[in-house]
């Protein structure tokens, strides 16, 4: 019993050291900045010169802030075409490349590719190919008589178009997350439902999407927080343009912090940000776990 103990107690302290770095790394880079920006959200600060307390007036100044409402309807806007998308696309190229077929290896490394892609370089491909003028995606449309709009700078072709890119470049991640899933539905439950003259759509709606129900829940999750946290393909894409209707919250922070030096206003925002992305991840928790009462 005395070994045992002691056997148990090294164990103890040996993964306390292994964990000791990587806690210390989260405190020094993580827990403290955040409490350092929620400090400075309640102050003037500009990087340079002032840092004088002044309690919530960049929180009263937030919600007087006709551009931040703006910013936050088009990342809503963004999130009901993008989400569901996002979750669809995956989950069917899922489906399809589950089948035994030749060459559906080389179809998933394709399905993948964009996802390894950084997000400025592939905006900036997508530029071009959607320029009004000599882009490749007006010049297919040509071919067919179509006259193809300004997609990055008309109304509501400038989202659309964001929507569309960054949905090239993530449904490929979950798409892996998916075939994850599926490879843990059990054989024998499409065997005994195909026993009982279920169809294709019968065995999913009843078989696939129920057990794949945990694995959607974490899709929609790292999706709501992904698409409230849009910066890179507006900023690259539209600049948050036209008069707008691109420009997100977190490229508006941006825009306060390092082009306004006015830090503590932008933390404000990020902090309000923050406090919407729980709220609408504890949604989704919510709505989750109504549908498995249901099942």
Do not use: C
Request: hydrophobic content about 50%.
């Amino acid at each position: 019993m005395a070994s045992a103990s002691k056997l148990s107690k090294h164990q103890a302290r040996m993964g306390y050291a292994f964990i000791t770095p990587t806690i210390v790394l989260f405190v020094i880079f993580t827990v403290i900045p955040v409490f350092m920006a929620l400090y400075l959200s309640f102050t003037n600060y500009d990087i340079v010169s002032k840092n004088d307390w002044v309690g919530l007036v960049n929180y009263k100044r937030l919600v007087d802030d006709p551009t931040f409402w703006t910013t936050l309807k088009n990342v809503l806007f963004y999130s009901v075409l993008y989400i569901p998308l996002n979750i669809a696309i995956s989950l069917a190229m899922a489906v399809l490349f589950m089948r035994k077929r030749f060459g559906v290896k080389l179809f998933r490394t394709a399905g993948y590719l964009p996802t390894l892609t950084s997000g400025v370089a592939a905006a900036t491909v997508w530029i071009w190919l959607l320029n009004p003028e000599f882009g490749l995606v007006n010049e297919i449309l040509s071919k067919f008589g179509i006259t193809g709009p300004s997609w990055l700078a008309e109304m509501p072709y400038a989202m659309i178009s964001i929507v569309f890119v960054t949905l090239w470049q993530s449904v490929g991640a979950n798409m892996i997350i998916y075939l994850a899933g599926l490879n843990g539905v059990p054989e024998h439950l499409y065997e005994s439902a195909k026993l009982d003259g279920a169809n294709a759509w019968q065995s999913f709606r009843y078989i696939t999407w129920p057990v794949l129900r945990p694995t959607t829940f974490f899709v929609s999750t790292m999706a709501i927080i992904g698409a409230l946290q849009l910066f890179d393909q507006a900023y690259v894409l539209t600049k948050g343009g036209p008069a707008n209707s691109t420009k997100t919250t977190v490229y508006y922070i941006y825009q306060q912090g390092f082009g306004q030096l006015q830090m503590g206003y932008a933390d404000a925002m990020a902090f309000a940000l923050s406090l919407l992305i729980l709220v609408f991840s504890l949604i989704n928790m919510k709505l989750n776990k109504e549908e498995d009462a249901m099942i």
